[in-house]
């Protein structure tokens, strides 16, 4: 049975095993100029686990649309692709922190003291003003588009962009 | 939306929740070693001769809403049959820059419960988001508990029953992995006509709901690909969906194929479960850290810094101390204290207010525990049932019945006598006990005399009988004894007419 924090076994975060061997106890930065940016070089790796090629040039296709559906964001053209892989490797830098044996924080909040409230009923009562957000509604109910479309294959879009 | 839920997740050992139960089974499934159990008529249950044994894991993800004023993150009421949206704040609605904010009946809730299943309670504990698309979750994202709980690691002590006798033959035991805060999500009904959703966010149907995660796999060998069941809403449904489920993946396997770990739900009509799966692939919920709730911390008498708010502090030692008397141990105390069998316990728990009644009959009465017990079991309650009745719409009141039992006690009426009291008393026309007996006539004739008189006449009656009885045929007494018996309209202890025709046939 899977367990741990996501139930998906592809992580975009940079892995602590992914450390180079020959670099014990020190994860340092796996290409050479951080947050460099730009899409296309071959000689750098991204800092991700995905496959070989991945670490080459980038999320394959089949990432990005699997990103898509997954937080319904559409990357839309090769200035999109290029972002994202931006934001990956600004995330990379990361990396250059050893963080052997030091607890991840939960939050930056984690010092503050949590505020409990009591179990009184003090809100509610305002399904007019609510609804007045909806585009649509039916007798006091909100009325969404049509839940969770499809999206279109890979095949029936345009050109899918290639890093 | 967000009405609090505890989530129970249950994994290892297969068992159903049964909280009222009448007519009780558990299900259960032994990993080792081997046959998979189960009360099914589906398809057989013997291996192939020669083929692997297989065993079943089953683990059931338990919601049961808290009991509470007010919502877990918010502070709009929860309560059922409020018209749509009536009750749902701005946080609710996941309006743009508003916060959650953590109610405290909810932790001592989840504490308490903790507590009660016998886990390790996390001092702190934290809260992620669940991210998926669904219309009737406007976020985006559900707040839960899933990398570290408020409790872990406790269990679940229970007795099975067998057919229709709620008789303890085993004891099992269930393992609770965690107990997780989590927010509920709206409600959603479906517009066939119109093709269209709509959702009301005051909170989802159901105080509890189950999810059952099924595998199979051969003893000895690591565990099998996992399968979903939900859309389970009752427990007959619950335990049909597990054996079915069980089932299939056998089967499947056994032909060869592939077990997917997918969400499937239960046909009840068919009695089958059906793949959910749609074609987007593996559900991804990306856990992350809520950013906008601090670390859950917990104190107890130790820890408890000194000059603390007690509204902002949860001690769960004073939670503790608080706990009312768990199940098992009332159940005891009722067998030690009443010297009633230990199954009897469990029917005086497992019905709604029946303990109430029985003690305070119990306290109005001189009758033993064990007549008690036998009267209200059987007798009050298959009245109940028979009238689909509560204990609380029970027409008879504790004290009638107690004082209809000192009756009894006192032999001033017979067994068969009282009983029709009882059906008299259940037409509740404000009558007690007594006046029953009287107006109905049914006292027991006590008076030496008038018996002996009766019987007489009786023996006078039949002289054939008292010839038989004189030549040493002892049966033809106890026809003799029924027929002072009617004579007496049945009012006469059967015991003291042998006694005394015993006495006059010397």
């Known amino acids: 049975m899977k367990r741990g924090i996501s139930e998906v076994s592809h992580n975009l975060w940079p892995v602590a095993s992914d450390a180079p061997s020959g670099a014990p106890g020190r994860a340092g930065p796996r290409r050479d100029g951080c947050g460099s940016g730009g899409a296309g070089s071959t000689s750098r790796e991204l800092p991700f686990a995905g496959s070989d090629s991945e670490k080459a040039s980038g999320p394959s296709p089949e990432r990005i649309e699997h990103l898509e559906r997954l937080a319904l964001v559409d990357f839309r053209n090769r200035e999109g692709v290029a972002r994202l892989q931006a934001a990956i490797e600004f995330a990379g830098q990361l990396r250059a922190v050893d963080t052997d044996g030091v607890a991840p924080m939960a939050s930056v909040l984690e010092d503050r003291c949590l505020y409990l409230r009591a179990d009184d009923v003090v809100e509610g009562s305002c399904a007019e003003a609510l609804l007045q957000n909806s585009q649509q509604t039916v007798e006091e109910y909100f009325v969404p588009p049509p839940g969770n479309i499809t999206l279109p294959k890979q095949s029936e879009q345009g050109p899918v962009p290639k890093s | ?506």
């Open chain 2, 1 to 506: 939306m967000a009405a609090p839920i505890l989530r129970c997740a249950r994994p290892g050992r297969c068992w159903s929740l049964d909280y009222r139960p009448r007519r009780s089974r558990a299900l259960f499934a032994e990993p080792v070693p081997g046959r998979v159990r189960g009360q099914s008529s589906a398809a057989a249950q013997e291996p192939r001769p020669g083929a692997h044994e297989w065993a079943a894991v089953v683990g059931l993800e338990i919601h049961a809403q808290i009991s509470s004023n007010s919502k877990l993150f918010s502070g709009s009421q929860v309560t059922f049959l409020a018209p749509p949206n009536s009750l749902v704040s701005f946080f609710d609605a996941s309006l743009p820059g508003t916060l959650p904010v953590l109610n405290r009946r909810c932790v001592e809730a989840a504490v308490m419960t903790g507590l009660a299943l016998n886990c390790t309670v996390n001092k702190k504990s934290l809260f992620d988001r669940k991210h998926y698309f669904y219309a009737d979750l406007p976020a985006g994202y559900q707040i839960t508990q899933q990398r570290l709980p408020i409790a872990v690691n406790g269990s679940l002590t229970y007795s099975l029953g067998v057919g229709a006798q709620w008789s303890p033959s085993a004891t099992k035991t269930v393992r609770i992995k965690q107990i997780q805060l989590e927010q509920d999500s709206g409600k959603s009904l479906h517009d066939d006509t119109r093709s269209q959703t709509l959702i009301d966010l005051n909170r989802a149907e159901g105080q509890l709901r189950v999810d059952a995660n099924v595998s199979v796999h051969h003893p000895g060998e690591p565990l099998g690909v996992r399968t979903e069941v939900k859309n389970l809403n009752s427990i007959r449904f619950l335990a049909k969906a597990i054996d079915y489920e069980i089932q299939r993946q056998i089967e499947e396997l056994q032909n060869g194929g592939k077990i997917l770990n997918e969400t499937r739900a239960f046909d009840e009509k068919l009695g089958c479960t059906v793949s959910m799966r749609d074609k987007e692939g593996k559900q991804d919920y990306r856990f992350m850290p809520e950013p906008n709730l601090p670390p859950l911390i917990l104190y107890d008498a130790e820890s408890l810094p000194v000059a603390a708010d007690p509204q902002q502090v949860v001690n769960i030692d004073w939670i503790r101390e608080r706990l009312p008397e768990l199940p098992s141990v009332t159940r005891g105390r009722l067998v030690e204290q009443y010297g009633i069998l230990p199954e009897h316990s469990f029917v005086l728990l497992n019905e709604d207010g029946l303990l109430e009644f029985f003690q305070t009959v119990m306290k109005e009465t001189r009758a033993e525990p064990k007549k008690v017990i036998g009267w209200i079991l059987t007798i009050f309650l298959g009245y109940l049932k028979q009238r689909n009745l509560a204990v609380s719409e029970s027409p008879l009141s504790p004290s009638s019945l107690a004082e209809l039992l000192n009756l009894l006690d006192s032999k001033v009426i017979s067994l068969p006598a009282a009983k029709q009291v009882f059906e008299e008393l259940w037409q509740n026309q404000g009558k007690t006990p007594g006046q029953i007996i009287r107006e109905k006539k049914l006292e027991l004739l006590q008076n030496q005399e008038e018996l002996e008189e009766i019987c007489q006449a009786v023996l006078a009656k039949h002289p054939q009988q008292v010839m038989a009885v004189k030549n040493g045929n002892q049966k033809v007494v106890n026809k003799l004894i029924g027929i002072v018996r009617r004579a007496t309209g049945g009012r006469a202890d059967p015991g003291r007419i042998k006694q005394i025709l015993e006495k006059q046939l010397q």
